[in-house]
């Protein structure tokens, strides 16, 4: 880190003087405690709730006056605050002439956010029902440092494309505290949730492998002992929008809770043949028991279901290589984001597109794409206070089964099942003499079993495998209190890996035989279908290692080609975190870190690429959290140097069989660097306001790969695959093989330069009411999506703003409230994924503008 960085940082430091607010000393007390500060009076006042636990996870208790507007505050979880669509009882006389005090565990340890020394990004879960965020792909209108399409997340520019059950995320996510391995096992989590903390930048000692990106944790509302409560909250919208969310609380005794969480939304399609709609469906069911003084167990269940068409894209344009020019001649489709693939206008677009390899245009494309998606898990957390320190062991189980057939410029679709045990187990002790530490176990057993199918018309696929993970690994975090205001924090982690995969690829190529004599067309010619098997298609193919056929009168040659893959792989692998804490005054925390991390290596199921390395970032971070003027501003800053190496890149592309397969490389070293400002007000009583700009500077220093030559026919030289279509240079290698690609110097993907968030809410009296008025907005500079860096593949510059209007009463046992939106008013539909095969573009859009009203009463 540079000097000038460094001397700004201690500079602000000097402008934190003392607060008449509550602050945090080096050791934590009870988290009842993290909640209590001054009010008009300057009395302590005092915590929501007799026991200080339920104010750690999460629970409230304001009057409605007290709504000092949480919408907006992006990496704040306002402690006993309402909110607009989530009254609540009287009970808790917080000042309201503060900011709210944040509460995370996101170190395995109870804190409060401005102390917790590490980047971090929370969101409050009565934030996310007031904006309506049910997935991961709207959540990064809250989170600057997130892009993600809802299945692929990537956390300033770092993380992965592929979703197959044999590849792994780079953005760990971790539900209640447990590690999810499948990324789309993530949809119909987000209800009744506490909050949601992002870590930036790789976690590799508290959470392991595959966080080089970062951890992503959604933590939900726990059960409250000793409390009757609940909510229920509805909306209906434009594009047929219902949401229905609530939860009911309800003690068992003097000791023990349950708590009934639920979640149904849906949407017709957003694009005019109905693709792109929404269907959840999820239910949660708690218990918690204090069986002892020292002894809490919970135990948890929950199950998703995922229905309705989902997504699709729209045709962008298409390619046709030009043999005089040595050009690609574009055709561009003239579509608003929200015409789909599967209207009439679409269909006839489609097949007025000539597909040279099998010498005739393309069919409609079908068949109409489905979600049947079900999603089981149970898990429990004991919490055991032992003379040595808190022992924490959290089990879990979970297992899914997916049905999909996704429409995209072509057609794929697989059925799914998978299965993952886990359990870990942490002891963690404070104040043992000048140390306080974190010492744990982790197991995790993972089984994914997918048979699905890929059609592009003049290439098909069926591929089918099994895909098994064993992951064991210790680690452990020691803090040392050198002085009272500074501390030494090292810790280290190591991980084995252990994998298994059996798998195969059946694939299918035709060629217009008419080439051999100079002819172009195959008019006659019969296309492959999407079906399950490559026996199922409607002509006759080569059996198994059998000699090609030719279509009559169709005259294409039809060939087929087996890739089988059984594979084991072990890899072991230490990271490590150290950092320097110090309080350069009462509420200013300074601090810097090293951390590393690593995202597993594994099996790939395509010839001469069957095995890929882990992939591995250092990153280096310097930051200081600041509140001034007695708790009613804050400003926080970071600065962040990350090597990010060996990256795994994944694409569809012919394997050396030449089959059509996903294809990953070890091809990517990035230099990302950047810093982010997040700054928030209490600017008089009610009005807030909240700034986060952050600056990434991603570049590639290395990257650079063989995009191969696909020669169906190899006595048929006319069948050859011309150069590649990209944004970056490439050349014909001697040996006529491959195309040599080189994108070094190019920007890293879903990695926008600058974002910008602002929000602002102001809460009016009017009589016994109150009116909530607010208003955010986010501002991205243009970023790739697509690693062809193609002009489609091209997000441009966007802002995207929503704004509510909210009534409830000023006061009651039984509070009610109701509230109007409009989100994405300026009708952004961003980029979320962009894709090209035979040279069709599509894209898939994000959420066009909506509006609505929604009902919310909590008792």
Same mark, same amino acid.
């Given at each position: 880190?540079?000097?000038?960085?460094?001397?700004?940082?201690?500079?602000?430091?000097?402008?934190?003087?003392?607060?008449?607010?509550?602050?945090?000393?080096?050791?934590?007390?009870?988290?009842?405690?993290?909640?209590?500060?001054?009010?008009?009076?300057?009395?302590?006042?005092?915590?929501?709730?007799?026991?200080?636990?339920?104010?750690?996870?999460?629970?409230?208790?304001?009057?409605?006056?007290?709504?000092?507007?949480?919408?907006?505050?992006?990496?704040?979880?306002?402690?006993?605050?309402?909110?607009?669509?989530? @009254?609540?009882?009287?009970?808790?006389?917080? @000042?309201?002439?503060?900011?709210?005090?944040?509460?995370?565990?996101?170190?395995?340890?109870?804190?409060?956010?401005?102390?917790?020394?590490?980047?971090?990004?929370?969101?409050?879960?009565?934030?996310?029902?007031?904006?309506?965020?049910?997935?991961?792909?709207?959540?990064?209108?809250?989170?600057?440092?997130?892009?993600?399409?809802?299945?692929?997340?990537?956390?300033?520019?770092?993380?992965?494309?592929?979703?197959?059950?044999?590849?792994?995320?780079?953005?760990?996510?971790?539900?209640?505290?447990?590690?999810?391995?499948?990324?789309?096992?993530?949809?119909?989590?987000?209800?009744?949730?506490?909050?949601?903390?992002?870590?930036?930048?790789?976690?590799?000692?508290?959470?392991?492998?595959?966080?080089?990106?970062?951890?992503?944790?959604?933590?939900?509302?726990?059960?409250?002992?000793?409390?009757?409560?609940?909510?229920?909250?509805?909306?209906?919208?434009?594009?047929?929008? !219902?949401?229905?969310?609530?939860?009911?609380?309800?003690?068992?005794?003097?000791?023990?809770?349950?708590?009934?969480?639920?979640?149904?939304?849906?949407?017709?399609?957003?694009?005019?043949?109905?693709?792109?709609?929404?269907?959840?469906?999820?239910?949660?069911?708690?218990?918690?028991?204090?069986?002892?003084?020292?002894?809490?167990?919970?135990?948890?269940?929950?199950?998703?279901?995922?229905?309705?068409?989902?997504?699709?894209?729209?045709?962008?344009?298409?390619?046709?290589?030009?043999?005089?020019?040595?050009?690609?001649?574009?055709?561009?489709?003239?579509?608003?984001?929200?015409?789909?693939?599967?209207?009439?206008?679409?269909?006839?677009?489609?097949?007025?597109?000539?597909?040279?390899?099998?010498?005739?245009?393309?069919?409609?494309?079908?068949?109409?794409?489905?979600?049947?998606?079900?999603?089981?898990?149970?898990?429990?957390?004991?919490?055991?206070?032992?003379?040595?320190?808190?022992?924490?062991?959290?089990?879990?189980?979970?297992?899914?089964?997916?049905?999909?057939?996704?429409?995209?410029?072509?057609?794929?679709?697989?059925?799914?099942?998978?299965?993952?045990?886990?359990?870990?187990?942490?002891?963690?002790?404070?104040?043992?003499?000048?140390?306080? !530490?974190?010492?744990?176990?982790?197991?995790?057993?993972?089984?994914?079993?997918?048979?699905?199918?890929?059609?592009?018309?003049?290439?098909?696929?069926?591929?089918?495998?099994?895909?098994?993970?064993?992951?064991?690994?210790?680690?452990?975090?020691?803090?040392?209190?050198?002085?009272?205001?500074?501390?030494? *924090?090292?810790?280290?982690?190591?991980?084995?890996?252990?994998?298994?995969?059996?798998?195969?690829?059946?694939?299918?190529?035709?060629?217009?035989?008419?080439?051999?004599?100079?002819?172009?067309?195959?008019?006659?010619?019969?296309?492959?279908?999407?079906?399950?098997?490559?026996?199922?298609?409607?002509?006759?193919?080569?059996?198994?290692?059998?000699?090609?056929?030719?279509?009559?009168?169709?005259?294409?040659?039809?060939?087929?080609?087996?890739?089988?893959?059984?594979?084991?792989?072990?890899?072991?692998?230490?990271?490590?975190?150290?950092?320097?804490? !110090?309080?350069?005054?009462?509420?200013?925390?300074?601090?810097?870190?090293?951390?590393?991390?690593?995202?597993?290596?594994?099996?790939?199921?395509?010839?001469?690429?069957?095995?890929?390395? @882990?992939?591995?970032?250092?990153?280096?971070?310097?930051?200081?959290?600041?509140?001034?003027?007695?708790?009613?501003?804050?400003?926080?800053?970071?600065?962040?140097?990350?090597?990010?190496?060996?990256?795994?890149?994944?694409?569809?592309?012919?394997?050396?069989?030449?089959?059509?397969?996903?294809?990953?490389?070890?091809?990517?070293?990035?230099?990302?660097?950047?810093?982010?400002?997040?700054?928030?007000?209490?600017?008089?009583?009610?009005?807030?306001?909240?700034?986060?700009?952050?600056?990434?500077?991603?570049?590639?220093?290395?990257?650079?790969?063989?995009?191969?030559?696909?020669?169906?026919?190899?006595?048929?030289?006319?069948?050859?695959?011309?150069?590649?279509?990209?944004?970056?240079?490439?050349?014909?290698?001697?040996?006529?093989?491959?195309?040599?690609?080189?994108?070094?110097?190019?920007?890293?993907?879903?990695?926008?330069?600058?974002?910008?968030?602002?929000?602002?809410?102001?809460?009016?009296?009017?009589?016994?009411?109150?009116? *909530?008025?607010?208003?955010?907005?986010?501002?991205?500079?243009?970023?790739?999506?697509?690693?062809? !860096?193609?002009?489609?593949?091209?997000?441009?510059?966007?802002?995207?703003?929503?704004?509510?209007?909210?009534?409830?009463?000023?006061?009651?046992?039984?509070?009610?409230?109701?509230?109007?939106?409009?989100?994405?008013?300026?009708?952004?539909?961003?980029?979320?994924?962009?894709?090209?095969?035979?040279?069709?573009?599509?894209?898939?859009?994000?959420?066009?503008?909506?509006?609505?009203?929604?009902?919310?009463?909590?008792?």
């Amino acid at each position: 880190m540079c000097r000038k960085t460094a001397a700004m940082f201690l500079s602000l430091a000097l402008l934190a003087g003392p607060n008449t607010g509550w602050s945090q000393s080096p050791g934590l007390g009870s988290p009842s405690e993290l909640v209590k500060g001054t009010g008009d009076s300057g009395a302590p006042t005092p915590a929501a709730d007799g026991d200080g636990t339920e104010n750690a996870e999460g629970s409230s208790g304001s009057s409605a006056e007290d709504l000092a507007g949480s919408a907006g505050e992006l990496d704040t979880i306002p402690v006993a605050e309402p909110t607009p669509q989530m @009254p609540v009882g009287q009970g808790d006389e917080r @000042p309201t002439d503060q900011l709210a005090e944040v509460i995370v565990t996101a170190q395995h340890r109870i804190e409060n956010a401005q102390k917790a020394a590490v980047p971090l990004d929370v969101v409050d879960g009565s934030d996310l029902q007031n904006a309506g965020i049910v997935d991961v792909a709207r959540l990064t209108e809250k989170v600057p440092a997130l892009v993600s399409n809802g299945i692929s997340n990537f956390v300033r520019g770092v993380g992965t494309f592929s979703q197959l059950g044999y590849t792994d995320p780079a953005v760990a996510f971790n539900y209640d505290g447990i590690y999810i391995g499948r990324s789309t096992s993530t949809v119909g989590m987000f209800y009744d949730l506490q909050r949601i903390e992002l870590l930036k930048g790789p976690q590799g000692t508290l959470y392991g492998r595959n966080a080089t990106g970062g951890a992503l944790n959604v933590l939900p509302e726990q059960p409250h002992i000793g409390e009757s409560s609940g909510f229920l909250n509805a909306g209906y919208g434009n594009y047929d929008f !219902y949401n229905v969310e609530g939860a009911i609380n309800a003690p068992v005794g003097d000791s023990s809770a349950v708590r009934l969480s639920m979640l149904m939304t849906r949407n017709s399609g957003f694009n005019n043949d109905g693709t792109a709609d929404k269907d959840i469906k999820s239910i949660r069911l708690q218990g918690k028991s204090e069986l002892s003084d020292d002894l809490t167990v919970r135990l948890a269940g929950d199950y998703s279901h995922i229905g309705g068409v989902g997504g699709s894209n729209t045709y962008v344009g298409s390619a046709q290589y030009n043999n005089q020019t040595g050009q690609y001649d574009y055709t561009p489709s003239g579509f608003s984001p929200s015409e789909g693939l599967f209207s009439n206008a679409s269909q006839a677009f489609r097949t007025n597109i000539f597909l040279s390899q099998a010498g005739r245009n393309f069919d409609p494309l079908s068949p109409y794409p489905y979600s049947d998606n079900d999603y089981y898990g149970v898990n429990a957390e004991a919490t055991w206070t032992t003379a040595i320190g808190t022992l924490t062991l959290i089990p879990a189980y979970r297992y899914y089964k997916s049905d999909v057939v996704v429409g995209e410029s072509f057609t794929l679709g697989s059925v799914d099942t998978g299965k993952q045990e886990s359990v870990e187990a942490r002891l963690a002790a404070e104040d043992v003499g000048i140390f306080d !530490y974190t010492a744990g176990l982790f197991y995790y057993h993972e089984v994914v079993d997918s048979d699905g199918a890929v059609n592009q018309s003049a290439v098909y696929a069926r591929q089918y495998y099994e895909s098994e993970t064993t992951s064991g690994a210790a680690f452990a975090q020691l803090r040392m209190h050198v002085t009272d205001a500074m501390r030494l *924090v090292g810790g280290l982690r190591y991980t084995k890996d252990d994998k298994n995969f059996s798998g195969a690829t059946d694939g299918l190529a035709m060629v217009c035989t008419l080439k051999l004599v100079g002819i172009d067309s195959c008019p006659a010619g019969q296309l492959f279908e999407f079906v399950r098997t490559p026996e199922e298609q409607p002509f006759a193919v080569p059996a198994r290692g059998g000699l090609p056929t030719v279509q009559i009168p169709g005259a294409e040659i039809v060939i087929r080609q087996f890739t089988e893959e059984q594979a084991k792989l072990s890899k072991g692998k230490a990271t490590y975190r150290a950092a320097l804490e !110090y309080d350069l005054a009462k509420d200013s925390l300074f601090y810097v870190s090293a951390e590393s991390g690593f995202r597993s290596g594994g099996i790939s199921l395509a010839a001469g690429h069957e095995t890929y390395k @882990p992939e591995n970032i250092l990153a280096y971070t310097v930051g200081i959290k600041n509140r001034f003027f007695g708790g009613k501003a804050q400003l926080n800053l970071e600065a962040f140097d990350w090597e990010y190496k060996g990256q795994q890149f994944s694409h569809l592309g012919a394997d050396a069989n030449g089959n059509l397969g996903l294809i990953i490389q070890n091809i990517g070293t990035s230099r990302i660097r950047g810093l982010e400002v997040d700054g928030k007000a209490l600017l008089w009583r009610g009005m807030h306001i909240g700034t986060t700009v952050q600056y990434v500077d991603s570049v590639y220093k290395d990257f650079e790969y063989d995009s191969p030559i696909v020669d169906v026919v190899p006595i048929l030289t006319t069948d050859n695959s011309p150069p590649p279509r990209l944004g970056c240079p490439s050349t014909n290698n001697q040996d006529g093989k491959a195309y040599h690609v080189n994108c070094d110097g190019l920007p890293g993907f879903n990695s926008p330069k600058w974002t910008v968030n602002l929000s602002a809410s102001q809460t009016i009296p009017i009589g016994g009411y109150i009116a *909530v008025i607010s208003a955010e907005t986010q501002y991205r500079t243009g970023y790739f999506v697509g690693f062809e !860096y193609l002009d489609f593949e091209h997000q441009d510059s966007a802002w995207r703003s929503q704004a509510s209007l909210s009534l409830m009463p000023g006061a009651g046992a039984y509070l009610w409230s109701i509230s109007a939106y409009v989100r994405n008013i300026e009708n952004t539909r961003s980029l979320q994924t962009a894709n090209s095969q035979n040279n069709i573009d599509s894209v898939a859009y994000s959420e066009p503008r909506t509006y609505g009203i929604k009902l919310g009463i909590q008792f």
